[in-house]
């Protein structure tokens, strides 16, 4: 007996498999701007901690992500992305020894390139079946630009740790937006096929 999964099942699964993954997503990059805005007056062990904790989420998501998706351009990128993140989360480890300008400077770099990515993979996901993608593809491109001017800042005479809480809960909410958006796109569907 044949189990095979139809292409309209694969796309439900898809969405709901996403869905839960950006509204989990979401939910612990707020809880940890929250966290973060009243640890990192100095970047002691605690700080540092938190700040590697950040990318592993997002390390941790993207491997999810990958496991959820069929293969293809989309799923590579996912992988790059997971990879990226674990390699920032080391990064900004080391880098927390240098205080303030060198975690900004790295936290920059990771923001630029995992945003790229992360519009990549909105831009392929744009289809009817999973929605547009628009809080993805602005969250992605925001982290981009937000990105730039970490090291810009992170250049400067005076940088500060307070805009990664800031950026944190910005991403937490786009992915919350996403998750909302995908959650009536699924509603929308079922109440088509009834």
Do not use: C
Not at 173 to 187: P, T
């Amino acid at each position: 007996m044949s189990t095979q999964t139809s292409p309209t099942q694969t796309v439900t699964d898809e969405r709901s498999s996403l869905l839960r993954l950006y509204l989990s997503r979401g939910v612990l990059a707020v809880v940890w701007a929250l966290v973060f805005a009243g640890a990192h007056e100095d970047v002691d062990a605690l700080a540092v901690t938190l700040l590697v904790v950040y990318p592993l989420i997002d390390a941790v998501s993207s491997l999810i992500d990958y496991r959820a998706v069929p293969e293809g351009s989309e799923r590579r990128v996912t992988a790059f992305n997971g990879v990226l993140s674990t390699l920032a989360a080391i990064a900004i480890g080391i880098a927390g020894a240098g205080g303030e300008a060198a975690v900004l400077h790295v936290f920059g770099a990771w923001a630029v390139i995992s945003g790229a990515a992360q519009v990549i993979v909105g831009l392929r996901r744009r289809g009817a079946e999973l929605g547009r993608q628009w809080p993805t593809l602005i969250s992605g491109g925001l982290s981009f630009v937000v990105g730039i001017s970490y090291n810009i800042q992170a250049a400067g005479d005076n940088p500060s740790l307070d805009v990664l809480a800031v950026y944190a809960t910005g991403g937490g909410v786009w992915f919350i937006l996403q998750a909302l958006l995908l959650g009536r796109k699924s509603r929308q569907l079922r109440a088509s096929t009834v």
